[in-house]
């Protein structure tokens, strides 16, 4: 068979180009991080050579600087245009002028600022959302990371509930309807109410809605661990009954967002709301179209799982998270978003576009060919909403770069725009029909998968929850934990994704010379360690991130060191008060 040439192939050049964006620029960071090290670790020499010329300097040496430090010490008397008269700060415009406290060797980040008139029980309502959706995460993640270690080690166990048929479903429906779902719902409990300037129509339907939802992931996962399941669509493993259960929820939330919006105060329907609403609507429809009885069997069914599984990534997560970016990062940066206009674009476009593509995962079936044209076609398609939505937040960004180095939180944003761009367009390239040749039925999808529903849905989120809880608590994470965990999902996640990539292509590329099935088996063996690496780095940041909630929302009654004049003076007075009190 004749040698194919990739690079004349434009889905893999495209590929390959999206692939290079987020590792150069973290080939960036790290070159400046690096530097900021050495350049510390310089300035730690010159001042222990400066100390050590302190200690030796001579009695000559020191006469000489003290009568520098006299010649040099001579001021105007400062009565020239003035008067003699003490200066007061009667109105505490300037306050510990002659202290610093803080460390200034070490960066310190902005923190959040506590917002004013937020009803206890709203903000306990969203912390539960978000608990849960943690607990799914760490759940679901730790399940996958023992899936990764399978590829390294087949035999670690001989129990059917474990098994890899079983396990991989838990995995991604867990995360899938558990964390990223609830976490999804419960930054909406903030920010619809927010922008529709108006209370929550009732907290208890939305803790209804919590208690069902949760109750889904676990009758589903108790379900797919003794092996009952949908018939193995991918993400549609749920039985119906439990589909429903979740499906329930999500009504009942929408219902509360609808009537929420319906009460506002604003004029306007913010950009957020379209995109939330709009959302979960689609989940609701996807659901009842992709468990409708009659389309259960054929080629039909076929049809149904590729248009389910993709509006559900596409018009469930994304849309759902676009809508609470539009919230969060022009709060963020303080600024308004660059063009409500381009929003209103990437919106309807993305309306249009996703809901013809979930065909383009069956290129080359029985599928009628003018059916995976048309999927190919969206897929093109959707560079419009993709490079509106990400010119939209980079443009937003402009002017305000600066506050990623004083921000915790930012660098998250950041990361989810770069992927929501590559990942995106990666999806656009995997459409075309070589592409999909190669890389279809091998792990290139499991790292697609991963780019986009990590990458994108999960580095937004965890900037969201950052920016959110400390506001409802007034607690903030050490940083140094946050930046462990986005460094380690990071480059975690590159480590997952790249190997992956490559290996598959390689992979493809020996089914279509036609080699033993088995050989590609054996190529993939060390790729397949580089994604249980990659992986193992994913799920401990997930650790990290639990904690840093836990840190957050923990209750303490650790004392705080007065630094205002009034606090000051407080705590001298009750000093004194003491001190009498000791001698009668």
């Not at 350049?39 to 100390?51: G, I, M, R």
């Not at 992931?217 to 009954?241: D, F, H, Q």
């Not at 849309?319 to 660059?338: E, R, S, V």
């Not at 007034?474 to 992956?500: D, N």
Request: proline residues 4%.
């Amino acid at each position: 068979m004749e040698r194919i040439n990739l690079w004349s192939e434009w889905g893999i050049v495209i590929t390959v180009v999206l692939i290079s964006i987020p590792v150069i620029i973290a080939a960036f960071i790290v070159f400046y991080r690096t530097r900021a090290i050495i350049q510390a670790f310089l300035q730690k020499k010159e001042v222990e050579n400066f100390q050590r010329y302190l200690q030796m300097m001579s009695p000559e040496e020191k006469a000489q600087l003290e009568e520098k430090e006299r010649a040099s010490a001579y001021r105007l008397n400062n009565q020239e245009l003035g008067s003699d008269r003490k200066a007061k700060d009667s109105r505490g415009l300037i306050n510990q002028v002659q202290e610093v406290t803080d460390l200034r060797f070490i960066e310190k980040k902005k923190k959040s600022q506590p917002r004013p008139n937020i009803d206890p029980a709203h903000s306990k309502l969203i912390l539960w959302y978000i608990g849960c959706a943690i607990f799914w995460l760490v759940f679901g993640t730790s399940v996958g990371e023992y899936l990764g270690i399978k590829f390294v080690a087949p035999d670690i166990d001989h129990l059917s509930w474990l098994s890899f048929g079983r396990l991989r479903p838990v995995h991604t429906n867990a995360v899938f309807w558990g964390w990223a779902s609830l976490a999804m719902i419960g930054l909406a409990y903030y920010v619809i109410p927010r922008v529709s300037n108006a209370a929550i129509p009732s907290v208890r339907a939305a803790y209804a809605s919590l208690i069902l939802i949760n109750t889904s992931v676990v009758a589903g996962t108790l379900s797919l661990m003794a092996g009952i399941n949908n018939s193995g669509g991918e993400y549609r493993e749920y039985t119906w009954p439990v589909m429903l259960l979740f499906g329930l929820g999500v009504f009942i939330s929408l219902r509360n967002f609808y009537k929420n919006i319906a009460i506002r105060s604003t004029k306007e329907i913010y950009v957020s709301n379209w995109y939330i609403i709009s959302a979960m609507m689609f989940v609701l429809v996807i659901a009842v179209v992709a468990y409708w009885p009659s389309w259960q069997n054929g080629l039909g069914e076929t049809i149904i799982q590729g248009y389910y599984m993709h509006q559900g990534v596409g018009m469930w997560f994304m849309l759902f998270n676009l809508g609470l970016m539009y919230y969060f990062l022009p709060q963020q940066l303080n600024k308004p978003i660059y063009s409500y206009s381009l929003g209103i674009v990437a919106f309807w476009s993305q309306i249009l576009f996703y809901t013809l593509i979930g065909t383009h995962h069956f290129i080359f079936s029985a599928i009628p060919w003018w059916l995976q044209t048309i999927a190919i076609i969206g897929s093109v398609g959707m560079i419009i909403p993709v490079v509106a939505g990400t010119t939209n937040f980079l443009m937003t960004f402009k002017g305000s770069w600066h506050k990623l180095a004083s921000s915790y939180t930012l660098p998250f944003y950041l990361v989810g725009i770069v992927f929501y761009f590559t990942g995106s367009l990666q999806g656009t390239a995997e459409a075309f029909r070589f592409t999909n040749l190669i890389w279809h039925f091998t792990d290139f999808t499991v790292a697609h998968s991963h780019l986009t529903m990590y990458g994108i849905i999960c580095f937004m989120l965890w900037g969201f929850i950052y920016t959110l809880v400390p506001r409802l608590t007034g607690k903030e994470p050490p940083q140094l934990l946050v930046g462990s965990h986005f460094w380690l999902a990071f480059i975690g996640l590159l480590f997952y994704t790249i190997p992956l990539m490559l290996g598959s292509t390689l992979r493809g590329m020996m089914w279509m010379e036609g080699k033993a099935f088995i050989e590609s088996v054996e190529l993939m063996a060390p790729f397949w360690l580089w994604r249980a690496i990659g992986g193992s780095l994913m799920w401990f940041s997930h650790l990290i991130f639990a904690y840093n909630f836990y840190l957050m929302v923990r209750k303490t009654k650790g004392q705080s060191i007065p630094n205002s004049p009034s606090e000051i003076l407080k705590a001298k007075q009750a000093l004194e008060t003491q001190g009498i009190e000791i001698a009668g």
